[in-house]
């Protein structure tokens, strides 16, 4: 019985050692292996840059809000500053063309303007450690990126 208990205990310290040695891949690192792929198209299209941008930032956001950790939400939305001017530049010079009802392009733009308004107040929420405001706001920014790529994104 002995030898028994003493093999188990032997074998859950080498589990042990194998899971503690072994670092699991993040959905960030994840994420930003899948982002490689993209790299090439964002750099040369706005849009895409902007969308990428945002997809990374919302990621950090909604962790940052479940964790009520306002420093890093105010972090998240600092890195999507200047992004919808260089969207909005490249609509009017013709570089982005949307995906999708592109004939729309000035209900996208509206669209993407109260967007990033939400984004400042969630940012003033941030700077409040307001926890219910920021909840109520990144869910208003969730339901906003559903409407715009349900009407814009193929």
Not at 15 to 42: D, G, N, Q
Not at 81 to 102: C, S, W
Not at 145 to 151: F, P, R, Y
Request: hydrophobic fraction near 40%.
């Amino acid at each position: 019985m002995k030898s028994g208990f003493r093999n188990m205990v032997l074998i859950s310290l080498s589990f042990l050692m194998t899971v503690l040695t072994v670092k699991p891949v993040s959905s960030h690192e994840s994420y930003s292996l899948k982002s490689r792929a993209t790299a090439t198209i964002s750099e040369t299209n706005p849009l895409m840059s902007e969308m990428t941008a945002l997809d990374r930032a919302f990621r950090d956001i909604v962790s940052a809000v479940v964790l009520d950790d306002s420093d890093a939400v105010q972090r998240a939305i600092a890195s999507m500053r200047g992004t919808r001017e260089k969207t909005h530049e490249g609509i009017h010079a013709g570089t982005v063309v949307l995906p999708k009802n592109a004939v729309h392009v000035k209900d996208f733009i509206e669209m993407d303007r109260a967007f990033h308004d939400k984004l400042e107040a969630l940012d003033r929420a941030a700077r409040h450690n307001n926890l219910r405001e920021m909840q109520r706001i990144t869910h208003q920014l969730m339901n906003a990126c559903v409407q715009c790529h349900q009407m814009f994104r193929k």
